[in-house]
């Protein structure tokens, strides 16, 4: 039977540098420590680069390593043109610049540009007085009288991290806004003075060497004008969720044009801005279409919301395979057909580990099954992102208590359930156990534990009579770099075979994704298209033996396996094709 629902003729041959790399980030206080303090630092780095070359990273992006009182783990930022000493000092990044670029290798730093740290000095000084001149650097407002007379914030938006996004300053007597930690306070991109500061700060960084900038949640940098009250929708109490209210705002696209054309289109610049809060298909393509000249692609987040009910990351759901195949299918199609570009990640500093979330990480098939998500990741329309240790399919961490967890947002969310259980029976202290639970699937440390490098203590991350900053996964005897470099078998040495096929072949980058049966429950299978040629991938997303039905439509005769995640012999692809636990496959199609 002849078909032409598997061979759409879709020519993106639109060819840009940064399409067709893979970028790796590094969580740098857990990459690699070289002065024996704990702390990973921009001379361990300089350390790895052979490593990561060897991986096939082709851009580095390094977490926030400006000064910083690290109470958002650097995301907290105090000078954007200073280096953090616990990583080292300027010359020591200038040196890393100049060893990333001998390599072939580009350079991608962090940019918090929607908050600074309360230590910044702009904002030192706009807390000084009223009639400051940085003052309107951020949101100040004067507060609001409750019935009974009790000060009130200036509106009743509630924090992300929960609580009052306003904090109130006895000094002026007046309230700053923070959509996050009160010790990261809001800048005002109203003020055009606040968006020239920061195009001089990305300018400083482009002189430098920098090659492409990753935008913390740069979709919340216009608010609603006047910042009125958020609808309520919890009765309950003065604080509701405001995210409409300061989320794709009414200047946002002005804003980021005016940055593009400002101070990146002055470097051959790779740009990612992360979207939080929500942003759609839609919303998505005015960013990163190519002619209105903004960003180069944005991290969204439905994937990574689809096991939280409502994507509430701590309501953990059962999701299904169909959602996942509809949600990355969305994005897929919506990008080709609207100039547009991907990023392409399961995992970063923010998310769990992959392999412990969407994958299994039982012994028996950790292995397998995170070979099999990078199978898919790789196989994807667009620019593909690992983060640090998911090239060995690292797990997460089973045995830590909550005093081992640093990371604000956990230790805040579990002050809330802790209160929240003690207040309904005050004579005891509370069950925490299903909260420990969630923390241990869906915390943001899970993925920051320091990189297990060998099987020594403290897995080589730095050396064995220094404590780490964080407790290392204590897996580390068994997953580690060392041990997967010497086992042709392992997940490393896949990841690096998966690199390299798919910069062998371009139409992995730009060709069209084509679901193949969308409503499978067990096996993910699509088709990548360019023009006449064709790459089959399937992917069985269980635990269990099952049999993927080829449709006739797609003639596998001359099918050339490139890719398995277990030995194939060499039999023709047959039309049913049985497949063990998480087997993962891709086909180059000749007819």
């Given at each position: 039977?002849?078909?032409?629902t598997f061979?759409?003729?879709?020519?993106?041959?639109d060819?840009?540098?940064?399409?067709e790399?893979?970028?790796?980030?590094?969580?740098?206080?857990?990459?690699?420590?070289s002065?024996n303090?704990?702390?990973g630092?921009?001379?361990?780095?300089?350390?790895?680069?052979?490593?990561?070359?060897?991986?096939?990273?082709?851009?580095?992006?390094?977490?926030?390593?400006?000064?910083?009182?690290?109470?958002?783990?650097?995301?907290?930022?105090?000078?954007?043109?200073?280096?953090?000493?616990?990583?080292?000092?300027?010359?020591?990044w200038e040196?890393?610049?100049?060893?990333?670029?001998?390599?072939?290798?580009?350079?991608?730093?962090?940019?918090?540009?929607?908050?600074?740290?309360s230590?910044?000095?702009?904002?030192?000084?706009?807390?000084?007085?009223?009639?400051?001149?940085?003052?309107?650097?951020?949101?100040?407002?004067?507060?609001?009288?409750?019935?009974?007379?009790?000060?009130?914030?200036?509106?009743?938006?509630?924090?992300?991290?929960?609580?009052s996004a306003?904090?109130?300053?006895?000094?002026?007597?007046?309230?700053?806004?923070?959509l996050?930690?009160?010790?990261?306070?809001?800048?005002?991109?109203?003020?055009?003075?606040?968006?020239?500061?920061?195009?001089?700060?990305?300018?400083?960084?482009?002189?430098?060497?920098?090659?492409g900038?990753?935008?913390?949640?740069?979709?919340?940098?216009?608010?609603?004008?006047?910042?009125?009250?958020a609808?309520?929708?919890?009765?309950?109490?003065?604080?509701?969720?405001?995210?409409?209210?300061?989320?794709?705002?009414?200047?946002?696209?002005?804003?980021?044009?005016?940055?593009?054309?400002?101070?990146?289109?002055k470097?051959?610049?790779?740009?990612?801005?992360?979207?939080?809060?929500g942003?759609?298909?839609?919303?998505?393509s005015?960013?990163?279409?190519?002619?209105?000249?903004?960003l180069?692609?944005?991290?969204?987040?439905?994937?990574?919301?689809?096991?939280?009910?409502?994507?509430?990351?701590?309501?953990?759901?059962?999701w299904?395979?169909w959602?996942?195949?509809?949600?990355?299918?969305?994005?897929?199609?919506?990008?080709?057909?609207?100039?547009?570009w991907?990023?392409?990640?399961?995992?970063?500093?923010?998310?769990?580990r992959?392999?412990?979330?969407?994958?299994?990480?039982?012994?028996?098939?950790?292995?397998?099954?995170?070979?099999?998500?990078?199978?898919?990741?790789?196989?994807?329309?667009?620019?593909?992102?690992?983060?640090?240790?998911?090239?060995?399919?690292?797990?997460?961490?089973?045995n830590?208590?909550?005093?081992?967890?640093?990371?604000?947002?956990?230790?805040?969310?579990?002050?809330?359930?802790?209160?929240?259980?003690?207040?309904?029976?005050?004579?005891?202290?509370?069950?925490?156990?299903?909260?420990m639970?969630?923390?241990?699937?869906?915390?943001?440390?899970?993925?920051?534990s320091?990189?297990?490098?060998?099987?020594?203590?403290?897995?080589?991350?730095?050396?064995?009579?220094?404590?780490?900053?964080?407790?290392?996964?204590?897996?580390?005897?068994?997953?580690?770099?060392?041990?997967?470099?010497?086992?042709?078998?392992?997940?490393?040495?896949?990841?690096?075979?998966?690199?390299h096929?798919?910069?062998?072949?371009?139409?992995?980058?730009?060709?069209?994704?084509?679901?193949?049966?969308?409503?499978?429950?067990?096996?993910?299978?699509?088709?990548?298209?360019?023009?006449?040629?064709?790459?089959?991938?399937?992917?069985?997303?269980?635990?269990?033996?099952?049999?993927?039905e080829?449709?006739?439509?797609?003639?596998?005769?001359?099918?050339?396996?490139?890719i398995?995640?277990?030995?194939?012999d060499?039999?023709?692809?047959?039309?049913?094709?049985?497949?063990?636990?998480?087997?993962?496959?891709?086909?180059?199609?000749?007819?």
């Amino acid at each position: 039977m002849t078909s032409d629902t598997f061979k759409p003729l879709i020519l993106d041959l639109d060819r840009v540098w940064w399409r067709e790399i893979v970028i790796y980030e590094i969580y740098v206080q857990s990459f690699q420590d070289s002065n024996n303090d704990g702390i990973g630092d921009l001379q361990g780095i300089i350390q790895r680069l052979d490593y990561l070359k060897s991986v096939g990273a082709d851009m580095l992006w390094l977490t926030p390593i400006y000064e910083s009182p690290l109470e958002d783990q650097g995301y907290d930022i105090a000078d954007y043109k200073a280096i953090n000493p616990m990583f080292g000092t300027i010359e020591d990044w200038e040196k890393l610049c100049a060893e990333v670029h001998k390599r072939g290798m580009k350079m991608m730093m962090d940019m918090v540009f929607n908050h600074t740290s309360s230590q910044h000095a702009w904002f030192l000084e706009s807390k000084q007085s009223r009639d400051n001149p940085k003052r309107d650097w951020y949101f100040w407002r004067k507060g609001k009288v409750g019935k009974n007379g009790e000060h009130l914030p200036p509106n009743n938006w509630e924090c992300l991290f929960g609580g009052s996004a306003w904090k109130y300053d006895e000094k002026t007597e007046e309230w700053y806004l923070h959509l996050f930690s009160p010790s990261q306070p809001d800048l005002n991109w109203d003020n055009p003075e606040v968006r020239n500061a920061i195009y001089d700060v990305i300018d400083f960084w482009g002189k430098k060497g920098t090659d492409g900038f990753r935008f913390d949640v740069i979709n919340l940098v216009s608010k609603v004008p006047g910042l009125p009250d958020a609808p309520i929708k919890n009765p309950d109490k003065f604080e509701q969720p405001a995210v409409e209210m300061f989320t794709n705002g009414p200047n946002i696209h002005k804003y980021m044009h005016e940055m593009n054309r400002k101070v990146l289109s002055k470097y051959s610049n790779c740009t990612v801005g992360e979207m939080p809060c929500g942003v759609n298909e839609y919303e998505a393509s005015e960013y990163v279409a190519k002619e209105r000249q903004e960003l180069s692609m944005v991290f969204q987040f439905h994937h990574m919301d689809l096991d939280g009910e409502n994507g509430d990351k701590w309501k953990p759901r059962k999701w299904e395979l169909w959602e996942f195949e509809k949600v990355l299918r969305i994005w897929q199609q919506h990008m080709l057909g609207n100039n547009g570009w991907s990023s392409l990640y399961f995992e970063n500093h923010d998310q769990a580990r992959a392999v412990s979330r969407f994958g299994n990480s039982d012994p028996r098939y950790r292995s397998v099954s995170a070979k099999m998500l990078a199978t898919i990741l790789f196989a994807l329309r667009g620019t593909v992102f690992i983060y640090q240790g998911q090239e060995l399919g690292t797990p997460h961490p089973q045995n830590w208590k909550i005093e081992d967890y640093k990371d604000v947002e956990t230790q805040q969310y579990y002050k809330a359930q802790h209160k929240i259980r003690k207040e309904k029976d005050p004579s005891k202290e509370p069950d925490m156990s299903e909260v420990m639970d969630v923390i241990k699937v869906k915390g943001r440390d899970n993925a920051r534990s320091p990189i297990m490098w060998n099987n020594s203590v403290n897995g080589g991350f730095t050396s064995p009579n220094v404590k780490p900053w964080m407790r290392m996964n204590d897996q580390y005897a068994d997953i580690n770099v060392q041990a997967q470099e010497r086992d042709p078998d392992s997940v490393l040495n896949y990841y690096k075979k998966l690199a390299h096929l798919r910069k062998q072949h371009p139409l992995m980058f730009y060709g069209a994704y084509v679901p193949v049966n969308p409503t499978d429950p067990k096996v993910f299978s699509f088709l990548r298209t360019q023009g006449p040629y064709r790459s089959l991938i399937f992917c069985n997303w269980s635990d269990t033996h099952t049999d993927f039905e080829i449709p006739e439509e797609i003639d596998v005769d001359l099918a050339v396996p490139l890719i398995a995640n277990y030995h194939l012999d060499d039999a023709p692809l047959p039309q049913t094709v049985p497949l063990r636990p998480y087997e993962a496959r891709i086909y180059s199609l000749r007819n």
